[in-house]
C-alpha cells in the first residue's frame, strides 16, 4: 500500500479565510480522491482528482468553495475558501481504485 | 444510488470475546467490493479486511472475519479475541467501478468499545 502524508495536520483558521490542504504520495497513482469527515460521522467524497486534467465534484461540493490542483502523480492540493464554522471537519485524501488507503487527516476548526 | 447501512451505532465486547457489527447495502450491481475501515481516535482510516462480491468464500485476516450473503445484501465483521487495541470507529464501505470512475460510499459507522 502507499505511503501518504498530509500537511497541516490540523490548523484553526479563522472565518473567511482560506487553507490548503496538501497531500503526498510516496508513488505514482492515477486517481486521489478527497473526503470532508464533520464532527462525529462519516466520510463524504468531495471530489476525485486526476492527473492533467480538472477535479470530478461530488453533488453539494463546487470548484469556487473547494478548489483542488493536481500538478503530478505524487501531489494534490485541497483549498477550503471563504472558511465558517460549517467547514470544520477532518479531511482526507486517498488514493487507489479498488481499495483506498488513507493519509493521516487534517483536522480543521474554524473560529 | 448505492447506499450502505450500519445499524449498529455503538458496540461493546469484553476483551478476549468475539462480537461482530452489522452492515447491508443496496445496489443493483453484481461486480462489487466491500470493505470494513477502522478508525481510532488518531484519525487515521486503516483498512481492517476487504471482499470481492464475484467471491463466495468469506475474506479472513488473522482475528477478523466476514460473514458476505450476497442475496441479502449483507456484510457483516466479526472479531475474535477481542483486544483493547480493537477499539475504534468501524465503517463498512462499498465500491464499483464505472465508466466516471469509481466511488467509495461509507455507512455511518459503529464506535466500537472493548473493556478490559
Known amino acids: 500500500s502507499a505511503v501518504i502524508s498530509q500537511k497541516p495536520s490540523r490548523d484553526i483558521c479563522q472565518r473567511g479565510t482560506s487553507l490548503t490542504i496538501q497531500c503526498q504520495v510516496d508513488s505514482q497513482v492515477t486517481m486521489m480522491f478527497w473526503y470532508r469527515q464533520q464532527p462525529g460521522q462519516s466520510l463524504t467524497l468531495i471530489a476525485t482528482a486526476n492527473q492533467g486534467s480538472e477535479a470530478t465534484y461530488e453533488s453539494g461540493f463546487v470548484i469556487d468553495k473547494f478548489p483542488i490542483s493536481r500538478p503530478n502523480l505524487t501531489f494534490s492540493t485541497l483549498t477550503v475558501s471563504n472558511m465558517s464554522p460549517e467547514d470544520s471537519s477532518i479531511y482526507l485524501c486517498s488514493v487507489g481504485t479498488r481499495e483506498q488507503y488513507f493519509g493521516p487527516g487534517t483536522r480543521l476548526t474554524v473560529t | 444510488a448505492q447506499t450502505v447501512t450500519q445499524s449498529q451505532p455503538e458496540m461493546s465486547v469484553q476483551e478476549a470475546e468475539t462480537v461482530t457489527l452489522s452492515c447491508t447495502y443496496d445496489t443493483s450491481e453484481s461486480d462489487y467490493y466491500l470493505f470494513w475501515y477502522k478508525q481510532p481516535p488518531s484519525r487515521q482510516m486503516i483498512l481492517v479486511i476487504r471482499q470481492e462480491a464475484y467471491k463466495q468464500q468469506n475474506a479472513t485476516e488473522n482475528r477478523f472475519s466476514v460473514n458476505f450473503q450476497k442475496a441479502a445484501k449483507s456484510f457483516s465483521l466479526k472479531i475474535s479475541d477481542s483486544q483493547l487495541g480493537d477499539a475504534a470507529m468501524y465503517f463498512c464501505?462499498?465500491?464499483?467501478?464505472?465508466?466516471?470512475?469509481?466511488?467509495?460510499?461509507f455507512g455511518e459507522g459503529t464506535q466500537l468499545t472493548v473493556n478490559p
Open positions: 464501505a462499498y465500491i464499483w467501478e464505472e465508466t466516471s470512475g469509481s466511488r467509495l460510499t
